[in-house]
């Protein structure tokens, strides 16, 4: 399918654990896209140690706003937005994003784009309200967040950590919720949490097949091809303009 030299351009990158598992001699130069310039400064040095002969092009940017990639003619532009990122949007913000996207790439780019498909209402909550406490522990770490940068004092032991799945929005729903009456304050503004009082700190989209082929056709994208595993629980979908 992708025959020539090929530029790879990965949104979010992070600590490109990824994508580093699809780099062949075909690829010739490699653009992680990611807010944070320490992190991918870090990653990029790493991957470079594996693969000495590949150019890494950093963007630091924002990718919720349109962005400028080196258009290298001698290669064909492969954008990767793995995992399942695309559902923590909220609802007009995929769709938001996607346009960006492709205002970013020409016709001759492919987007491959990882969707968490909708399933049973039992099985999605159970993963994120897993009995090892992984989801929980990653959540309740915010209460940490909040008082490094402002110095609330916020007690940690105060919340507990719940996820519901809304099934009208198919979306899982992440929430603090305050065991007892508390307040703190954030740049002398009080603030008052009631008892089972709510802070939602998370969302995660699900979509069928259909609902995302839509979601991309509204973005000015073609579904070029898709992908499922045995269960139907994931896909990869392989986005043109």
Known sequence: ??????????IGSGAIDKVKILMNKNVKFYFPIDISFKFIK???KKLKKKYPKLK???IYADYNKPFKIQNYKKTTKIFFFLGSSIGNF????DIKFLKNLAKCIDKKSFV????????????????????AGY???????????????????????NFYYRGVYNRKLRSIQGFLISKCD??????FKKFILKKDEKI???????????????LAKKANFKTHSFWTDKLNFFAIFLLKR
């Open 1 to 10: 399918m992708f025959n020539g030299d090929l530029s790879f351009c990965e």
């Open 42 to 44: 870090k990653a990029s």
């Open 56 to 58: 890494i092009k950093p």
């Open 90 to 93: 909220h609802p007009g913000e």
């Open 112 to 131: 491959f784009v990882g969707v968490d498909l909708v399933k049973k209402a039992n099985i999605i909550e159970k993963a994120y309200n897993d009995k």
């Open 135 to 157: 989801t929980a522990k990653f959540s309740l770490n915010l209460i940490n967040v909040i008082n490094r940068n402002f110095k609330c004092g916020l007690n940690i032991n």
């Open 182 to 187: 508390q307040s703190f304050k954030i740049d």
């Open 200 to 214: 939602q700190v998370e969302v995660s989209n699900k979509f069928t097949i259909k609902s995302f082929t839509k």
